[in-house]
């Protein structure tokens, strides 16, 4: 058995081991961690990503955690009609990630954003190793991110914001996406399509000026309202909430309070059922909001933005660990219904294992006091990590590394260190 001392020193290992080169960090204003290095993959910073890393930093590098979050700033659009948005992918220039400029038209980052998590990570560093004056810092970027969404990616006024491209909802090539690109796809050629549609997706939103109001109403443009990137945005908000009060702004904690408890009661409201007593949570898709069928783990991601009843949340644990259930594989948790057609358990996105998304359903079930489910995660994620290593995904069958159109991922992952985080337990709640 490893001790939590030793858990610490390999998820430093693997974290300090994706910084970028020294020629790299030399340029840049704060030092960041690559999603991975190997093979040349994952250079640049990745929105969420960066997000967790600093949740797995706090408990050994409290000042890196910092540098992390705040380095996620530096490439926040600060005019034009998107000023505020946090870019998905910052510092292309500085590592030569040519394709990524030309797909954005950008020379240092992209032009569209992920899972905002990031007030949520600030306010887990703050209680490990508070800094008011890094707080005070990040308040007004955050609070511009947030205004951001509901400015431009709210046009139906529904408190629900809209994503433009899959890229946004970090779930990249998911069964969620399939009928907005249009695609049932079966076998690596069929996923090789669909990765070229999401590239060609791109200079789409570019051509009608990333208005979501406007793709929403395109042919072939992307547009959707996902249950689980709502659920994140109303846990961000009252984690910012959170800061304002630390910040002694009670007013604005009031206020941000009030906007999560909207996000939350418009997820509730528009995108859950419990038909024949299975809990679903619908993704809304296209301007006419159509409720996506597909079965997904996201909709677990739900506790975690508090968006449900207590009964509510009791009936959703009790069905994420039936033993005869549609997330019940060898190892788990995986992304997409195992009873899904298209359900794959160790491709991509199509069924196998996150420990990212691990992280949220453990962090929701702890949010509603299930502390038996939520230590069972911890196993589960345990047991992959034993297996394995820190991979970037997991096969949700074998519980060996994912592929990516037949080839492994990478194996030394910085994300899959939030394993960290839930062996720490809530000693620091
Ligand atoms: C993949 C994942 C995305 C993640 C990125 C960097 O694109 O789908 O969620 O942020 O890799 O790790």
Known sequence: MQTRQSWMERCSEVLRGNQPDRAVLERLPYR??????EKGTYLPQWLWDSCFHAMAYRWFDPGMAWEELQSLFVRQFDEGPDAGMVPHMSYLAENGAVAAQRLFGQKDCSTITQPPLIAVAACAVHKKAPDKGILAKLYPKLRAYHDWFDRRRDDDHDNLVAIIHPWESGWDASQRWDSLMGMNPRGVEALRALEQKRENLVPVCAAHGYDAHVLARVPGAFYAEPADFNAIRAADLLALAEIADEL????????????AQAVRRAVHDKMVSFGGGEF??????????EKSLVDH????????????????????????FDPVGAFTTPYRLPSTSRFDPLFDPKEYWRGNVWLSLNWLVWKGLLAYGRTD????????????????GFCEFFNSVTGEAGE??????????????????????????
């Open 404 to 429: 990516k159109y037949g080839r492994s991922c990478p194996r030394n992952q910085s994300w899959s260190t939030i394993l960290l985080d839930m062996l720490q337990g809530t000693t620091d709640e």
């Open 280 to 289: 679903r949570a619908h993704d809304l898709l296209g301007a006419a909001e």
């Open 32 to 37: 960041y961690t690559c999603p991975a290095r």
């Open 248 to 259: 002694n702004r009670p007013s604005e904690a009031t206020e941000f309070e009030a906007r």
């Open 297 to 320: 783990a996201g909709k677990f991601v739900l506790m975690f933005g508090q968006c449900l009843s207590s009964a509510e949340a009791e009936a959703v644990s009790a069905q994420l």
């Open 373 to 388: 489910a939520a230590a069972a995660m911890v196993c589960d994620s345990l047991a992959l990590v034993d297996k394995s």
